[in-house]
């Protein structure tokens, strides 16, 4: 270990010496190879019968695998937070018991219109559109009973103006399995756009069937008289 935490250590062994039974402290120590690692080290004191400190003995343990999964587990978490804040699309994390909102991100906020704090404490079915909700309940049953492992849908909610957005949304479990899921992840991408030229699509298709049967029909009457 370096000369500055050996005398930290020293220090902290002297300061505690009548008043803790025992205490950690972690720093990094050299094998005789020259390889350093970080050591947590256990002072545990010694007392005699009269409870009087007369030593202490040193423990050390090798917590480099702790610490790497540790930094591993935050550069994860750092990694989620970006993508969950910057994503271009709605993403969504609720409680799995009840499908309550626990955490949004801006991009949802912006396609169902509500703040945050009015979202928050709420269930995705409150802003269900009640004709989507059957299916919601299905897919949802299912995901909780294991039987699939995410499911995808388009649905409608209701947005804060009580106007209609159409969205396509994708919900798995937040963990290993659904068993020991706390929350769900949901991921929403607005598609109203696309919904609502698809119908229009379907409109212009029906009024041209429409005016090539009245043409057929204009045709055949022509012919007749002809």
């Known amino acids: 270990e370096s000369e ?3 005398q930290e ?13 025992s205490f950690l402290y972690t720093v990094n120590y050299q094998k005789k190879n020259g390889e350093v690692f970080p050591g947590e080290t256990g002072v ?30 935050k550069r994860s978490e750092e990694m ?15 409680k799995a018991t009840d499908g309550t909102f626990f955490k949004l991100n801006k991009k949802f906020l912006d396609i169902t219109g509500y703040e945050e704090q009015e979202l928050l404490g709420m269930s995705f079915k409150e802003i ?10 299905t897919n949802m049953e299912k995901l909780m009973s294991g039987e699939i492992d995410q499911f995808s ?5 209701i947005r804060k103006d009580k106007s209609i957005v159409w969205v396509n949304l994708t919900v798995s479990p937040m963990g290993k ?16 756009d696309r919904k609502v030229a698809e119908e229009a699509l379907i409109q212009s298709e029906a009024r041209l ?6 043409k057929e029909k204009l045709f055949s009457i022509i012919a007749h008289d002809l």
């Open 4 to 6: 500055e935490q050996f």
């Open 9 to 21: 250590l020293g220090r902290a062994i002297k300061e505690n010496f009548d008043g803790v039974n």
């Open 44 to 73: 545990y004191y010694l007392t005699n019968d009269t409870g009087e400190t007369i030593g202490f003995i040193g423990l050390i343990r090798n917590i480099s695998d702790r610490l790497e999964a540790e930094a591993a587990l």
């Open 80 to 94: 989620f937070r970006v993508i969950f804040e910057q994503a271009g699309v709605g993403v969504v994390q609720a």
């Open 128 to 137: 269900t559109h009640k004709e989507d909700t059957e299916a919601d309940d």
């Open 153 to 157: 849908m388009e649905k409608r909610y």
């Open 177 to 192: 399995s659904h068993h020991d899921s706390e929350f769900l992840i949901g991921i929403i991408e607005d598609i109203t």
């Open 209 to 214: 069937k429409e005016a090539n049967t009245t």
